[in-house]
């Protein structure tokens, strides 16, 4: 049950402007009638461990982390659950009632939860994702924990998408880099695609990536969600793919964040949707 203490918590970047963190809690707070409040704080990288530790002094309960702090969390925090530290950061800061700083990673939740909602089911074919950055690591993670036992990855510079391959194969999970070149011949069997890289977002340059190769019954996913309908997912719909927006991973990735801050598990809905996608037209 949500608390009758108007909690507050927040979310450090910098810059921050461009977050969309505290308009999703907001309404969150709104929509459930729930006492409290979500900030956002501009944080400067050299600032990060005096800004998380004055949060026992503050009064705030915790703060989600955006860029560039993610990493740099992992070293500042008391303690870290299992899933920031194989993904190796945090989105995620809690303060128990000792006045410890809990470390915790929702990207792979957010990513998982996306894909099951949006009709997603595993069913023992390949995943293929593109991109070895940070995003990447939470896809991978959110990837073997659903199940999957053989995943290709590139990345247009392939030793850094070899490093990766190597750090997040399991004894359950096999992940094999490919060229940046040669992927795109090598998905016939491929059930799910994911783009990780920045390419194709609002101001980046575009992904050229063909699916000629790509079996019909397969699924699209992007991560990016600026444009919401990015270039990949638009050929990919066209050509009869069905098709997962990066919209839904941000709006699920906050769910465990809320509950930890106000106690109540919210819905991701298509108000919600909405609400967001006016905002970003606004801006």
């Known amino acids: 049950m949500p608390s009758s203490v108007a909690h507050k918590a927040g979310v450090m970047g910098w810059p921050i402007g461009h977050s969309l963190s505290p308009r999703l809690h907001d309404f969150w707070l709104?929509?459930?009638?729930?006492?409290?409040?979500?900030?956002?704080?501009?944080?400067k990288p050299e600032n990060?461990?005096?800004?998380?530790?004055?949060?026992?002094?503050?009064?705030l309960v915790g703060v989600n982390l955006t860029i560039p702090h993610k990493v740099a969390a992992c070293k500042i925090v008391d303690s870290l659950d299992p899933t920031a530290k194989r993904i190796g950061a945090v989105n995620l800061v809690t303060v128990d009632a000792q006045g410890r700083l809990l470390g915790s990673n929702t990207d792979a939740y957010g990513f998982s939860e996306n894909l099951l909602t949006?009709?997603?089911?595993?069913?023992?074919?390949?995943?293929?994702?593109?991109?070895?950055?940070?995003?990447?690591?939470a896809v991978l993670v959110a990837l073997e924990d659903m199940g999957f036992r053989e995943i290709l990855l590139a990345n247009r510079t392939k030793e850094k998408a070899e490093k990766l391959a190597q750090e997040?194969?399991?004894a359950q999970t096999k992940i094999d880099?490919?060229?940046?070149?040669?992927?795109?011949?090598?998905?016939?069997?491929?059930?799910?695609?994911?783009?990780?890289t920045s390419l194709g977002m609002t101001g980046q340059l575009p992904l050229a990536f063909s699916l000629e190769k790509l079996p019909s019954s397969a699924f699209v996913a992007d991560i990016v969600y600026a444009p919401v309908e990015t270039g990949l997912l638009l050929?990919?719909?066209?050509?009869?793919?069905?098709?997962?927006?990066?919209?839904?991973?941000?709006?699920?990735?906050?769910?465990?964040?809320?509950?930890?801050?106000?106690?109540?598990?919210?819905?991701?809905?298509?108000?919600?949707?909405?609400f967001v996608l006016l905002e970003k037209k606004e801006t």
């Open 30 to 43: 709104r929509h459930y009638g729930i006492k409290g409040s979500y900030e956002a704080f501009a944080v």
């Open 48 to 59: 990060l461990p005096s800004a998380l530790l004055e949060l026992r002094t503050k009064g």
């Open 118 to 137: 949006s009709g997603f089911k595993p069913a023992g074919d390949a995943a293929f994702v593109l991109g070895a950055g940070g995003a990447c690591r």
């Open 168 to 170: 997040f194969s399991t």
């Open 177 to 196: 880099s490919v060229s940046w070149k040669e992927a795109p011949h090598t998905l016939s069997n491929v059930g799910l695609l994911v783009n990780t």
């Open 235 to 274: 050929k990919a719909k066209q050509q009869g793919y069905r098709t997962i927006d990066g919209l839904g991973m941000l709006l699920h990735q906050a769910r465990p964040s809320f509950k930890a801050f106000f106690g109540r598990d919210p819905e991701v809905t298509e108000e919600l949707r909405r």
